[in-house]
């Protein structure tokens, strides 16, 4: 069967639980790990939420596996992961990517804006 995105996203947004902006910083606060997976350029241009970890998605598999040489020390399978993008469709296929990886506890809060509407900290790059 070949893979679309719908697809792709319809088993992503099965699998990654949607969570709002207010259940993230709680989550957040608890110690799950806030991950922006936007390009740098998004970062420029919006901001970013006070101490999220950045990762463009093109990176995520080098970052989130321990045995890699470019893994990111704060990314652990079973830490919890808050996963946003611009708009959800990114974090979501992240999202089911980390979970396929062992991740255990993985959820799409969707898009930035979705943080700042809920009264999130931001800051400029």
């Given at each position: 069967?070949?893979?679309?995105?719908?697809?792709?996203?319809?088993?992503?947004?099965?699998?990654?639980?949607?969570?709002?902006g207010?259940?993230?910083?709680?989550?957040?606060?608890?110690?799950?790990?806030?991950?922006?997976?936007?390009?740098?350029?998004?970062?420029?241009?919006?901001?970013?939420?006070?101490?999220?970890?950045?990762?463009?998605r093109?990176?995520?598999?080098?970052?989130?596996?321990?045995?890699?040489?470019?893994?990111?020390?704060?990314?652990?399978?079973?830490?919890?992961?808050?996963?946003?993008?611009?708009?959800?469709?990114?974090?979501?296929?992240?999202?089911?990517?980390?979970?396929?990886?062992?991740?255990?506890?993985?959820f799409?809060?969707?898009?930035?804006?979705?943080?700042?509407?809920s009264?999130?900290?931001?800051?400029?790059?």
């Amino acid at each position: 069967m070949v893979l679309t995105l719908k697809t792709m996203l319809d088993a992503a947004n099965a699998a990654v639980p949607r969570i709002s902006g207010a259940e993230a910083q709680a989550k957040v606060a608890a110690g799950a790990v806030l991950l922006d997976i936007r390009d740098g350029t998004e970062l420029q241009e919006m901001g970013r939420a006070v101490g999220s970890v950045h990762c463009p998605r093109g990176l995520l598999e080098f970052r989130a596996d321990p045995a890699s040489a470019s893994h990111d020390a704060r990314l652990q399978p079973d830490r919890p992961v808050v996963l946003h993008c611009a708009a959800g469709g990114r974090a979501a296929l992240a999202g089911k990517l980390l979970l396929d990886m062992g991740y255990t506890q993985v959820f799409n809060l969707g898009g930035f804006k979705d943080w700042k509407e809920s009264g999130g900290a931001v800051e400029a790059i």
